[in-house]
């Protein structure tokens, strides 16, 4: 369980090799694990069980980072000088905004306090925070004078992330706070894409934000896992840059 709340998935022949146990032992360690609610099981491995609440904000930072790191790096090579860039939640965000702290001649818009704060140290980077209910577990503001704030630009690229994806195909959020300001990011932009490390793609949360047929890239990392990524990637003809 230790192992599980830090990388949030793992696999059965994984834990079968380290245990020196069969995997049918495993399996019905598992089988405990699920029946308790304390675990999911997946295909191949078991991961953290469907919340309704986002966890904490430092884990969160720490979790996957290296993987986040990857990803803000190949965002951050694609956005070009001159443009506004609308960032949302989360710490991805977060990791995105450290890749363009060296930048010039950019506009950044965002309800994230950490992208705020991090880019407000270049004075070459116009930052503008959306105000409202402050979340500070999450280090964002939500709220409808979010949504009224955000509405009133026209970013050339979006930038969310989220909290889970279905294999449905969905991009999803913990709360309708959250949906809703992702949805509001993306509304009118130009382009919009979709930031998510393998973890989310393990997970489930209960808010649809929208299809990711809405995107022009997914920025990922899938290597190791089955093949549902890819697969709901191409029945959704997204444009894939895997980190």
Request: aromatic share 4%; net charge neutral; proline share 3%.
């Amino acid at each position: 369980m230790r192992q599980l709340n830090e990388v949030e998935h793992l696999e059965t022949d994984t834990l079968a090799a380290q245990f020196s146990v069969t995997t049918q032992t495993i399996r019905r360690d598992i089988n405990q694990l699920c029946a308790l609610g304390l675990a999911r099981r997946h295909h191949g491995g078991i991961s953290v069980p469907a919340a309704l609440a986002n966890t904490d904000y430092q884990r969160r930072l720490q979790s996957h980072s290296r993987e986040k790191e990857a990803i803000a790096q190949a965002v951050a090579a694609r956005i070009p000088a001159g443009v506004t860039v609308m960032l949302g939640i989360g710490t991805t965000a977060s990791a995105i905004a450290d890749q363009l702290l060296s930048r010039k001649d950019l506009r950044v818009v965002t309800n994230n306090l950490k992208v705020a704060h991090r880019l407000g140290a270049n004075p070459h980077i116009d930052v503008w925070l959306a105000g409202g209910k402050l979340r500070a577990n999450d280090q964002d503001m939500v709220g409808h004078s979010v949504i009224q704030f955000l509405s009133r630009f026209q970013p050339d690229i979006a930038i969310i992330g989220c909290a889970a994806v279905s294999e449905q195909g969905w991009a999803c959020e913990f709360t309708p706070d959250e949906a809703a300001v992702s949805e509001t990011i993306l509304a009118n932009a130009t382009a919009r894409w979709l930031v998510a490390d393998r973890s989310k793609w393990q997970r489930q949360a209960p808010v649809r934000v929208t299809s990711l047929a809405t995107f022009d890239c997914v920025f990922t990392n899938y290597t190791g896992l089955d093949d549902t990524i890819p697969r709901v990637l191409c029945q959704h003809d997204v444009p894939t840059d895997e980190a």
